[in-house]
């Protein structure tokens, strides 16, 4: 099953940042997918914006939440999809991200929602 690499922020810290540092930021997570994709292991890559809504569907009635969401301290700022079904060669490739160094990064298993 191949591996993800989940990347999980504090909220607000983009905007934190400001929009320098911001670029500077997605030239190091560009540097650091193209260094995936020349070891074979890249299968997708994208940055997921802040804004979100929510759907729930009970009893043939589906309700929409429009974000942010109050509750909320974390989002999921983006993914890269291992061509690996390694949890260590996932691992090690987390520890190399640069997201490590502001959020979170989750490694996953993708793979049929049964197992």
Partial sequence: MPQMLLIVEPLGQRAARGREA?????????????ELQAEGLLLGVNSLSSASRRLAKRDGSA???DGPFAES?????????LDTEDPAVALAWAERC??????????R??????L
């Fill in 73 to 81: 301290k974390e989002m999921v700022g983006g993914y890269f999809l």
């Fill in 109 to 114: 298993g993708v793979g049929p929602c049964y």
């Fill in 63 to 65: 309700q929409v939440w």
């Fill in 98 to 107: 640069p997201a490590a160094e502001w959020a979170t990064v989750e490694i």
């Fill in 22 to 34: 911001g670029e500077a930021t997605y030239q190091r997570m560009l540097a650091f997918a193209g």
